[in-house]
């Protein structure tokens, strides 16, 4: 793991980006997750909610957000952090990875860090490339910039194919 993901982030706050995600009662999950955010992390920037079509596999309609907040916690105690919220709130993670949810929330951007599992990256989350991940994120963090690309996530969504779709806003 580089150093910039873990050891450093326990010196200062880091710039962190999540995809939150639901289809099974998501504006109530949603909600919840977030105001267990906002006691979590204090200040936390939200995106307007979207309401998506599910993703390989056939299920209900997503509604998917994004939120940006400053950690000082090394990467992995983040993600603990955000998997107990999402078990919380009844994450089923016994069935199919692509399947109906109550709550999703993956860390995207840890800072500037390119965080790799063998030959795989992990953060920045490859969903990335998905629209219900990228327009949120561009709508809380425009000139954030990608670590990979190193272009900027308005560039990023300006360039997606569904950028000039329309997307459901849902209120939460």
């Given at each position: 793991m580089p150093e910039n993901a873990d050891s450093a982030a326990s010196r200062r706050p880091v710039e962190v980006l999540l995809s939150l995600g639901s289809n099974i009662d998501p504006e109530r999950y949603l909600r919840l997750a977030l105001d267990e955010l906002r006691a979590?992390?204090?200040?936390?920037?939200?995106?307007?909610?979207?309401?998506?079509?599910?993703?390989?596999?056939?299920?209900?309609?997503?509604i998917n957000a994004a939120v940006g907040l400053r950690t000082a916690l090394p990467l992995p105690a983040l993600e603990d952090a955000?998997?107990?919220?999402?078990?919380?709130?009844?994450?089923?993670?016994?069935?199919?990875?692509?399947?109906?949810?109550?709550?999703?929330?993956?860390?995207?951007?840890?800072?500037?860090?390119?965080?790799?599992?063998?030959?795989?990256?992990?953060v920045p989350r490859p969903e990335l490339k998905h629209a219900f991940v990228l327009k949120p994120l561009a709508d809380i963090a425009p000139a954030f910039v990608d670590p990979l690309s190193g272009a900027t996530l308005t560039d990023l969504w300006r360039a997606h194919p569904q950028h000039d779709q329309h997307f459901e806003v849902v209120r939460l």
């Open positions: 979590m992390f204090g200040e936390v920037t939200a995106s307007p909610a979207y309401r998506t079509a599910a993703v390989g596999f056939a299920g209900a309609p997503f955000l998997h107990a919220l999402e078990d919380r709130h009844g994450r089923d993670r016994a069935g199919p990875r692509l399947s109906d949810r109550t709550l999703d929330v993956d860390v995207v951007f840890y800072g500037d860090a390119v965080v790799r599992d063998g030959a795989r990256v992990r």
